[in-house]
């Protein structure tokens, strides 16, 4: 532990740890000092010079951000030096700085605006030509308004540091400084995030530019549902549409950072829309009312078996809906039920075997990490941002088996086929030696691990390694790890949405379709299985986008996406968080859980609640731990499932193929299929392995 040091600021004894910057005491007070270049995430760059303090036998002011405290060092933070100081500094800061503000789409949520409003002259006593920039290119996701610029470098250190590419740099030196990527597009999926970090209007969001004022837009806190990480956004909106994501604080999820995909791929919610039901009457889908939409359903399930009757679930959908068909189908003695539609043979017995044990946060303490079958920068790159966190402070050992790929970070390749797990479990390997002296290893597998034939014997020699290597699983700590990709999968495995004893996964469900076993198949969000696979059976499709699934129903229920829906989400750690409705549904369409109850009305099988409020009260009283919001709830560990028939010997397969376009959403987005055509099909990436 740091030795603690005493230090005087306005007055104002603190102690601090040993290493602490003034800047950081002077917060630990609430004193407020102004900055530009400082985050606390970033490497200390002490460039624009406005966090300026006096400190006694000092004789000049000290930029405060790379000040180290001392023992009894007394500080003055509104002194009249530094209040000169601060507006000079500031003056030289707007020497170049246009007066872009009525236009700039920073205008209302600037720190160059408020900081100049409070520290500022008034006026400035330069009269020269400002100096005018060129914009640059970075890409279809960043406006660049160069002018603006004050060289803070937060997006250099961004890059290099959180992103890991290293494609932001300076060119030329003194007045000439400017940023630029040499023309290229960034290739980070992480770049949006250089908007948030920007503390003037250099860089902007380029798909939104020009389309609102910051003051105009209605906030409203939400759960991103781009992948499974479960970040915590913030959902702005004018009217019924919305026109950015934003990230908010979570320490124990995605910090203050989003991936491209979450930020940029809202405008795929307002394309291709389901608004009003259809039904199919002579090969066509028709639009219908409600009542007829019900009516067909009804006819179509009255004279059908429990056994003949199956529904799935989508990546996309809530845990109340999921919970809410699986009642209905409980209902109609349906045993047919699954969530993985990518055919992913996931355990789902035991919580902690489908789960993110570790848990995000908990990768930081991590001292070696083993990837199988995942690409982390692609499936989920908040978590491969937080290993290469891990990987910045030193003292950890990361190694992959799988294709080799880009990661951010340096790793040992393993190789590329899942028989070379058992390596592992080899006294000699280099690897395993390493693994054997790790006192906190992790595991992380990724969905390419279960969409194969060997899933359960690949199981088997994961828990032998587990067995072989106690460290993996110990008090307080556990270190095998699921890594999901779908937002809406490890919620429908908590509640139950998987088959019962004698029902169905989705191979067999299809298969029955095919073979006339299965009649009736309800898609509730399901958009990622071939339309010709449901063979002649009865399709119901509830969903929000007209995409895969919409085309083979023979009735369309239009549903509410994720920001026109109140809704639970549980993340890959198993984590419960609460999303909230930012619009409402268009048109016709309504609110998932709303269909089902009425649905069930219709079918003569109520459901036990008519409110949103009563669904969550008995979605409580079958899960308790669904009240704690923001939490994981507890399960105790038990020894893997697994085969013991011998791995195959192939590759894994990728689990995510294109970054941009991974769902029903961001496949309809503008803005996602530009990142497509400029990043990812023209795109040159290198491999880092060591």
Not at 182 to 195: D, K, P, Q, R
Not at 201 to 230: Q, Y
């Amino acid at each position: 532990m740091n030795q603690m040091i005493r230090l005087t600021i306005d007055g104002h004894e603190i102690d601090v740890p040993e290493g602490t910057t003034v800047l950081q005491a002077c917060q630990d007070l609430s004193i407020e000092i102004p900055i530009f270049c400082y985050h606390s995430r970033l490497p200390i760059a002490g460039n624009c010079r406005m966090c300026l303090v006096e400190v006694e036998k000092s004789p000049k002011p000290v930029a405060s951000c790379a000040m180290p405290a001392t023992n009894g060092m007394i500080v003055h933070t509104k002194s009249d030096m530094v209040e000169k100081a601060r507006k000079g500094a500031l003056e030289f800061l707007l020497i170049n700085h246009p007066l872009d503000c009525p236009i700039c789409d920073q205008g209302g949520e600037c720190d160059l605006q408020d900081i100049t409003i409070n520290y500022s002259r008034g006026e400035s006593r330069f009269d020269l030509n400002k100096r005018a920039v060129s914009e640059k290119y970075m890409g279809p996701l960043i406006k660049t308004a160069m002018n603006r610029c004050i060289h803070c470098t937060r997006c250099i250190r961004f890059s290099d540091e959180i992103a890991g590419i290293p494609e932001v740099g300076t060119m030329n030196r003194g007045e000439y400084t400017e940023i630029s990527t040499l023309e290229n597009a960034m290739s980070s999926e992480l770049s949006g995030n250089l908007i948030d970090i920007c503390p003037v209007g250099a860089l902007t969001n380029k798909p939104n530019a020009f389309h609102d004022r910051s003051w105009e837009l209605k906030k409203t806190n939400g759960i991103d549902v781009m992948d499974a990480v479960g970040s915590n956004i913030r959902i702005d909106s004018r009217g019924n549409k919305v026109l950015r994501i934003l990230p908010r604080l979570n320490e124990l999820v995605n910090e203050e950072w989003i991936s491209d995909r979450t930020r940029f791929a809202c405008d795929g919610l307002s394309s291709q829309r389901l608004d009003q039901p259809y039904r199919r009457i002579d090969g066509k889908l028709i639009p219908c009312t409600w009542e007829e939409a019900l009516h067909t359903i009804h006819n179509a399930v009255s004279p059908l078996s429990g056994s003949q009757i199956a529904g799935l679930a989508g990546d996309l959908v809530d845990i109340e809906s999921t919970y809410a068909l699986r009642l209905l189908l409980d209902a109609l003695k349906s045993p047919h039920r699954d969530c993985r539609q990518d055919f992913a043979n996931l355990p789902y017995g035991n919580p902690t075997h489908y789960r993110f044990n570790t848990t995000i946060q908990g990768l930081e303490d991590a001292d070696l990490i083993l990837l199988v079958g995942t690409n982390p920068r692609t499936e989920a790159a908040l978590v491969n941002a937080r290993i290469r966190k891990r990987y910045l402070c030193g003292n950890v050992t990361i190694g992959l088996i799988g294709d080799q790929v880009d990661l951010t970070y340096p790793y040992q390749h393993l190789g590329t086929c899942a028989t070379e797990l058992k390596m592992m479990l080899d006294t000699n390997n280099f690897f395993a030696k390493a693994l054997a002296q790790a006192k906190r290893p992790v595991i992380i597998l990724g969905q390419a691990c279960f969409t194969r034939s060997d899933s359960h014997s690949l199981l088997q020699v994961v828990q032998s390694i587990l067995t072989e290597v106690p460290a993996f699983i110990q008090d307080g700590w556990n270190g095998y790890n699921l890594l999901h990709t779908r937002a809406g999968r490890v919620g429908a495995l908590t509640v139950g949405f998987t088959p019962n004893e004698s029902g169905f996964d989705t191979a067999e469900i299809l298969k029955g379709c095919q073979s006339g076993d299965i009649k009736f198949v309800y898609l509730h969000g399901v958009d990622e299985i071939e339309a010709t696979a449901f063979g002649d059976a009865f399709v119901v499709y509830q969903g929000h986008h007209g995409d895969q699934g919409a085309h083979r129903a023979d009735v369309i229920l239009p549903g509410a996406a994720y920001t026109e829906k109140d809704g639970l989400y549980m993340n890959t750690e198993g984590r419960v968080q609460r999303s909230y409705a930012a619009i409402s549904p268009p048109g016709k369409a309504k609110v998932d859980w709303t269909i089902i109850r009425a649905l069930s009305e219709v079918l003569n099988h109520t459901l036990p609640f008519d409110t949103h409020a009563g669904l969550i009260n008995h979605l409580e009283i079958a899960y308790p731990f669904m009240a704690n919001i923001d939490s994981i709830p507890d399960a105790t560990w038990s020894q893997l499932p697994g085969s013991n028939k011998p791995l195959v010997n192939k590759n894994f397969a990728l689990s995510v193929a294109n970054n941009y376009m991974t769902c029903s959403i961001s496949r309809h987005s503008k803005t996602m299929a530009a990142c497509v055509d400029e990043i990812l099909n023209k795109g040159k990436k290198n491999v880092s392995v060591v």
